[in-house]
């Protein structure tokens, strides 16, 4: 064997700190390269020219480049940021809603006890419910006009 081997004895305890420390920074800059990337392109108040000119400058000196932008548009980074998940927010909580709703038509449950509730008041007869049920649990029946239309059919 003529090369030489390295225990781990032979690593000092400060060369494994200052190995991490350097490893953390580096991974550190690449995450704060990659934010900047992303603000960039989120920033719509920039035209497609300065957009690119941004690009190039981070990506073919991106020490000056990031330092550069962090004090030149620094301050409305944050600010992006919270609008975007703001939006985002919205749009989920759009969703959220349209999805309990279930677009607005109510279950057959629903109908079912509506249809119990008229015929207990008499507005129906046995018969105009048995039809209306009918048409309720095999879908075919329009979801408000089933008990409506059914007493003026019997009629």
Not at 18 to 24: D, Q, R, T, V
Not at 121 to 146: M, N, Q, T
Request: avoid cysteine; glycine fraction near 10%.
């Amino acid at each position: 064997m003529s090369g030489q081997v390295y225990l781990a004895y032979d690593y000092p305890l400060l060369s494994v700190f200052w190995s991490m420390l350097l490893f953390f920074l580096w991974i550190m800059w690449f995450v704060l390269l990659f934010r900047i990337v992303v603000d960039i392109f989120r920033d719509d108040r920039l035209s497609g020219w300065a957009k690119a000119g941004w690009l190039v400058f981070v990506m073919v000196l991106p020490f000056l480049g990031v330092f550069v932008y962090v004090i030149a548009r620094g301050r409305n980074m944050g600010q992006r940021e919270v609008a975007q998940a703001r939006e985002q927010q919205k749009a989920f909580d759009s969703y959220i809603r349209e999805t309990a709703q279930g677009g607005g038509r109510p279950s057959s449950v629903d109908e079912l006890a509506r249809l119990s509730e008229i015929r207990a008041r008499g507005d129906i007869s046995d018969e105009e419910f048995r039809r209306a049920k009918e048409l309720v649990l095999s879908g075919a029946g329009p979801s408000e006009g089933a008990g409506a239309h059914t007493p003026a059919a019997g009629r």
